[in-house]
């Protein structure tokens, strides 16, 4: 089983020799792996194509949920099986798949997990893995992508807090596999899984197996109401908040923001001139390396 790793050396804020550990790990093993470090955005599709046609069984993504999602991107529909070491800020589809967040514990699941199927998103015809959305959360994570030098949970923060002052709420026009529903929302998510990465349970109802995507409104409200709902949003009972929060499920999703608008897809920012985004599932899109589903939870 050969194993090609994919390393982000800037993910996070962490700092560590990633080929001195697998050497560690795999020496004696007689487990053939070899290792790249991507350069720019859109390196870890190009390389985890590359690991495909040269026949590695297992590609790793060792970085933050944009080199997962552009690792994983090459591995739709292929029998390659992908594999995870978090190690962004965020790390969304990890916390998801239940996968250790610290390094040694998710490198001695990659020989231990077997792997299992799990859904895709695509956006505009792009692919998304974990978590998407229009709007807020989307500005966000462009200020965050553009305008930080620092990775790390506490930029995200203040670019949240900055936009969330700053910003108001955005009609939106939504079909439902079909159905329209209208919201004035002041963030639209639609979701694989049941959170964002550092821990947001923003959509406690979603499976990442289900072949459904979740659509998660936050309604126009106060501050004040924000911030009292704002515990809920970290145990998973966002949806006892109805006066602010609606969720809906479906295969396809066309969202309609009314002008052209920013849209993130596991973190990474694009751009629709014209306001339009549409949504639809891919059922049991990757297989991936992760410890066994837990009844009754969700992920």
């Known amino acids: 089983m050969p194993y090609f790793f994919i390393v982000n050396p800037n993910a996070g804020n962490k700092q560590w020799n990633v080929e001195t550990l697998l050497e560690k790990k795999f020496s004696g093993r007689k487990i053939h792996f070899e290792m790249e470090f991507t350069r720019a955005r859109g390196h870890a599709t190009e390389l985890a194509a590359k ?28 029998d390659t099986v992908l594999g995870i070491l978090p190690c962004g800020s965020g790390n969304g589809l990890a916390r998801n798949l239940y996968i250790p967040l610290g390094f040694s ?39 965050f992508n553009s305008l930080s030098r620092r990775r790390g949970i506490l930029p995200y923060v203040w670019y949240a807090a900055k936009r969330v002052l700053a910003c108001g709420p955005r009609r939106v026009i ?42 998660c409104f936050i309604k126009k409200a106060s501050l004040p109401r924000l911030l009292y709902a704002l515990p809920a949003l970290f145990s998973g009972r966002l949806a006892e908040h109805t006066a602010i929060y609606a969720a809906f499920k479906a295969r396809v ?19 629709s001139e014209d306001g339009k985004v549409k949504f639809s599932v891919i059922p049991g899109a990757i297989k991936v390396l992760a410890p066994k589903p837990f009844l009754g939870r969700g992920g």
Not at 110 to 136: K, M, Q
Not at 182 to 203: C, F, P, S
Not at 253 to 271: K, P, Q, R, V
Request: glycine share 14%; hydrophobic share 45%; aromatic share 8%.
């Open 174 to 215: 939504a079909r439902l596999d079909g159905t329209r529903v209208e919201m004035e929302a002041l963030l639209t998510a639609v979701l694989n899984g049941v959170q964002y990465g550092g821990g947001a349970r923003i959509a406690p109802g979603a499976y990442i197996d289900d072949g459904f995507l979740d659509l």
């Open 253 to 271: 999703i066309e969202l309609d923001c009314g002008a052209e608008t920013w849209y993130h897809l596991d973190g990474e920012d694009f751009f």
């Open 51 to 78: 690991a495909v046609l040269s026949g590695f069984t297992h590609v790793v993504a060792a970085g933050g949920d944009g080199t997962i999602r552009e690792t994983a991107a090459a591995l739709i529909g292929k």
């Open 105 to 143: 514990a998710a490198l001695e699941g990659l020989l231990e997990w077997d792997p299992r199927s799990i859904d895709a998103g695509l956006a505009n015809g792009r692919p998304f893995f974990c978590a998407a959305g229009v709007g807020l959360d989307a500005e966000i994570a462009h200020d």
